[in-house]
Nanobody, 118 residues
Framework: QVQLVESGGGLVEAGGSLRLSCAAAGTIFSNIAMAWYRRAPGKQRELVAHITSAGRTYYVDSVKGRFTISRDNAKNTVYLQMNSLKPEDTAVYYC????????????WGQGTQVTVSS
């Protein structure tokens, strides 16, 4: 059973930055892909960024050039650096362990709220 704990959310003005962290336990972290998803009010959950065990990354078009996913295998942690934040980035952000690009796994963190004010 994978345990995931997100942190780093908060309230920020448009144009600001936040860095989310997700610490994983209960898995061989370096062997698995990781991803960040988000769910905005009234919208479906969407994949934001994905990183393979080899470090290859994928981003949804709306965050390309603004968000960066990275991982530190020594710390069993995945990060999401979010720059140039927009009000439409407001959502609860969740990390997911060992997803594919088309389907998340059943291993979710508790989520962290990101609110971007205009």
């Amino acid at each position: 059973q994978v345990q995931l704990v997100e942190s780093g959310g908060g309230l920020v003005e448009a144009g600001g930055s936040l860095r989310l962290s997700c610490a994983a336990a209960g898995t061989i972290f370096s062997n698995i892909a990781m991803a960040w998803y988000r769910r905005a009010p009234g919208k479906q959950r969407e994949l934001v960024a994905h990183i393979t065990s080899a470090g290859r990354t994928y981003y949804v078009d709306s965050v390309k050039g603004r968000f960066t996913i990275s991982r530190d295998n020594a710390k069993n942690t995945v990060y999401l650096q979010m720059n140039s934040l927009k009000p439409e980035d407001t959502a609860v952000y969740y990390c997911n362990a060992d997803p594919t690009l088309t389907r998340p796994s059943a291993s979710w963190g508790q989520g962290t709220q990101v609110t971007v004010s205009s």
